[in-house]
């Protein structure tokens, strides 16, 4: 999400943002005072971080937004309160003569109103219109984002992880991987990470059958096979392939392991059964077993948890590329792009 400083030596406030290669900045305003401007700053990314949380927790990812006091409720409310923003920053609620001052319950709404009384302190009129302009673009490019139109500052969005997948996104991604079923750096610094994923699970399926086909492994143990070639993330993949194979869709695949992902980096645990299984099975193992190797087998989630869909990503294209290994060593004299797009293309039904 959008980061601010102050530039000191300009005496300016600076947005920057990430893109997938790398950061870019832009200048918004001169602020007068080194004290006014880091303020400023500070108050601008935490609003900043509150409303693109209504884009990595979206109300429905959450369950029915009209059940009232409900998750998926809250997530809506919150999301409504952009249209508030504005307001706050030009007239901000401010402490009466008493010193009691209204707060909000919303924290989108309330530090909304906190950089209005930073701008307010400050006094400068021209500065006002200055970061509204800057929030109401930071606003609308969290609304192109969750269109699935990442250009411009929506950019920022490749680094994040949303748990609800655009089909805009999956189609670009899809468009990608077809032209090389081995990924390109486009689908880090283009495209919604869980999206690009959802199509990067379906070439992989692609590519494990072919690659099965020509060594007579089922599909589901050619990431371990090709892990002898060269060390690969096994485990993930693997299960991405095992879940495919019981018919469960690319999407539904992926939406799941990044919701438990995105809740054990909120302290909660999603999967209860999958932890008292694994509890019992290191209780079950042989005393002779080494303890270390047992507990690094098991873990609270798959993906890690501060970046889960890129983490998912990078081990589903790794994944198609150990296929490669194990389809090159067969040596069957085809081109192994053209088998996986053969097979991708016989059921894209499933990515819709």
């Known amino acids: 999400m959008t980061r601010y400083a102050y530039d000191s030596g300009a005496g300016t406030l600076v947005a920057t943002w990430g893109t997938g290669r790398g ?55 919150e999301r409504n309160r952009f249209a508030k923003v504005e307001a706050a920053l030009r007239t901000p609620n401010l402490p009466d003569d008493d010193g009691c001052m209204l707060v909000f319950y919303s924290p989108i709404e309330e530090s909304a109103h906190h950089v209005g009384r930073v701008l307010h302190a400050i006094g400068d009129a021209g500065l006002v219109d200055r970061v509204v302009n800057e929030v109401l673009t930071e606003q609308a490019a969290i609304t192109a984002a969750e269109l699935g139109d990442l250009a411009g500052r929506a950019r920022q969005a490749v680094e994040l992880t949303r748990p609800e997948i655009s089909p805009v996104q999956v189609h670009a991604a899809d468009s990608l991987l077809r032209a090389n079923p081995l990924g390109t750096i486009d689908l880090f610094t283009e495209l919604d990470p869980a999206a690009a994923s959802v199509a990067a699970a379906h070439w992989l399926r692609a590519a494990a059958t072919v690659a099965g086909e020509v060594t007579g492994l089922e599909p589901v143990d050619v990431v ?6 060269e060390a690969l993330q096994v485990e993930t993949p693997t299960v991405v392939l095992e879940r495919l194979g019981e018919g469960e869709t690319p ?31 290191i209780e079950e193992r042989d005393e002779d077993d080494d303890p270390d190797a047992w507990s690094d087998g098991y873990r609270i989630c798959r993906l890690d948890p501060t970046r889960p869909a890129i983490d998912l990503l990078e081990d589903l294209l790794g994944a198609i590329r150990g296929c490669w290994l194990v389809f090159s060593e067969a040596d069957s004299g085809t081109t192994f792009e053209n088998a996986v797009r053969s097979e991708a293309d016989a059921d894209t039904s499933r990515l819709q």
């Open 251 to 281: 999407t539904q695949v992926v939406v799941d392991l990044i919701a438990d992902a995105i809740a054990v980096s909120e302290g909660k645990v999603r999967d209860l059964d999958g932890i008292i299984d694994a509890a019992q099975e």
């Open 224 to 229: 371990a096979e090709a892990d002898d070639i």
């Open 23 to 77: 950061d870019v900045a832009e200048t918004i305003a001169e602020v007068p005072g080194a004290e006014h401007g880091v303020e400023l700053a500070a108050a601008l990314a935490s609003l900043a971080r509150f409303q693109w949380r209504t884009y990595t927790h979206p109300a429905t990812a959450a369950g029915d937004p009209d059940i009232e006091n409900g998750e998926a409720w809250r997530r809506a409310e």
